[in-house]
């Protein structure tokens, strides 16, 4: 492995679309990183021979073999116990149900291995090398389609009893609100992402809002996304500015509930709606102050997440780390 005798780990990242995986130092400095496709659909043995095959090709491209990396860190979507490895079930990967993902991927590898939710990989991965170094007590929320977080307590990442914990988009902000994929109402994900901000525009433009939204999404209505509804915000649509004002509501709602409920030192926001800017956190920020007590209002900061789409698979080859340094058994 030529001149870099640095520890090195492997890095995992399965999502419900994509599979990254990535060859890493302790400084967060990737050696390799390979992207593919994740076959959802095809089913959980496909699936795991996808992440398999990424994983040969990370390697290759470092020049190394798995002798010479010292854990392996996944981060994978829906509920899962980092104690026990194994993931409960996802609503990305259809079928998946109480799979020991660790042991698995652990026996394929021949290498220790360790599992965490991505969203919570991903609050490690800015904890370690991102907006959250030096933080104590912080919380990663990443907004784009649903809203997903992960909760840092004196510098741990926080799984709760069963390895659940950090479900920030299933908050509910409004008991009577709109359907949960999870089978609630109103959750804070279901008022204040990417997929509320297109279906209230949907709604909006059926009763006959005069808005040059679809004009921005090929005139389909089915083609409305946050990106259209950016646009058509940018270029002074009325409408298309009073849906993120009101997005920027909610989100400012919630974040009001993680201020008083963790008094964080920091909340990295991430996520592809989180790429409006200004024009939804500034609000957004203001009526969190609204509403948050006064003192945990003045001692939080917010940042921008710093590693984009690499959040999730450093963060899951930090945790990794943390846990070899930790003694490596749980
Ligand atoms: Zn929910």
Redo the contacts with the bound molecule.
Sequence with gaps: MGENRDTLVLGIDLGGTKILTAVTNTQGKMLSRDHSITPAKEGQEAVIKSILESVGRALAQAHISTPDLAAVGIGAPGLSNPETGVLFTSPNLPGWKDVPLRDIIEKELGKKAFLINDANAAAIGELYFGAGRGALNFIYITVSTGIGGGIIIDGKIYTGSTGTAGEL??MVIDDEGPQ?????KG?W??LASGTALAREARHRIKEGAATSILKHADGDLEKINAEAIHEAAQAGDRLANELIARIAYYLGVGLANLINIFNPEVIVIGGGLSNIGDTLLKPAFKEAKQRAFKQAYQAVRFARAELGRNSGVLGAAAFALEKINEGGTQ
């Design positions: 988009g299933h949960c994929n999870c089978g609630n959750c994900e279901t």
